[in-house]
């Protein structure tokens, strides 16, 4: 089959589909024939997405931005509805929108950054698909189309400093199964990816805040057993064989990972935060 045939005629929406591994899910779909509407909303600190979300809009033919934020129900009603309005139809929902905060012990965090975590990698997820006509499934249990969800490796393996985004992302995987579960009477598919180290801006930024930036990458690099961090693109293409051709996956954890998750490694070892002693 044609790059370009595999899902023509499909529509997609793409939360944070405006820069790193959201651009390469976008780029990935118009490359196999679907129109896509990209979500984004500005992220202080970090690109504004309008620009790239427009960026992408006038580079990429069958493609529209709307800025969109998914901790905001209103929002994502206007976003299914205008996509509707547009297109007629809505065949995949990707749910890729989410943060990463920088490293932080347990007791350097605090339950009101956890409850806006939540909201922003979970509750967004959840709010997008959910039962309401304004809102996703109604249109895909229509078409019979299909829900990714944009999980993270560390919410099967776990990681250090990290513990409220890996329980936000856990619980996308979780949710990925329980949701596959009930949606199955109706057609429609529903699994994740699951991507480890992925060369993005965001993961730039983390790198950043490290005391050698150099060194932190050189690790991420290094964490693959094929020795390289992946690209946006390969999780693209994940998402596209999910959507077109993994016709019997429902409630699947696809891991895009350069195998991260294998053997044996050093982990015993950690520094301290500052007035504090393991016990």
């Not at 959201?22 to 690109?47: H, M, N, Y």
């Not at 995949?92 to 350097?108: K, T």
Request: net charge neutral; with cysteine.
């Amino acid at each position: 089959m044609a790059a370009g045939a595999r899902y023509a005629g499909k529509v997609v929406v793409v939360s944070g589909g405006a820069r790193g591994i959201g651009a390469g899910v976008v780029r990935a779909f118009v490359e196999s024939g679907a129109q896509v509407v990209i979500c984004d909303k500005d992220d202080p600190g970090g690109l504004p997405a309008e620009s790239c979300g427009r960026a992408l809009e006038q580079e990429l033919p069958g493609t529209v931005f709307i800025r969109c934020d998914v901790t905001r129900e209103e929002d994502m009603a206007t976003l299914v509805g205008e996509t509707i309005c547009r297109f007629g139809r809505l065949d995949c929902v990707v749910n890729n929108a989410g943060h990463h905060p920088p490293p932080q012990w347990p007791e350097e965090t605090s339950a009101q950054g956890f409850r806006q975590l939540l909201e922003l990698n979970l509750l967004g997820t959840y709010s997008l698909t959910k039962v309401r006509v304004q809102l996703a499934l109604p249109h895909l249990r229509k078409s019979r189309g299909n829900i990714i969800n944009i999980s993270s490796l560390v919410g099967a393996i776990g990681q250090s400093r990290a513990v409220p985004y890996v329980a936000t992302k856990g619980a996308v995987t979780a949710m990925t199964k329980a949701l596959a579960l009930d949606e199955s009477q109706y057609g429609v598919r529903v699994n994740c990816i699951s991507p480890g180290n992925i060369w993005t801006p965001m993961w730039k930024e983390l790198a950043a805040l490290t005391p050698d930036p150099a060194a932190t990458i050189l690790e991420g690099t290094l964490a693959q057993p094929l020795g390289r961090m992946g690209q946006p693109a390969e999780v693209g293409a994940a998402a596209v064989f999910l959507a077109s051709e993994a016709s019997f996956c429902t409630g699947i954890e696809l891991f895009v990972t350069g195998g991260a998750e294998l053997g044996y490694g050093g982990k015993a070892s950690r520094e301290a935060p500052t007035g504090t002693t393991p016990s």
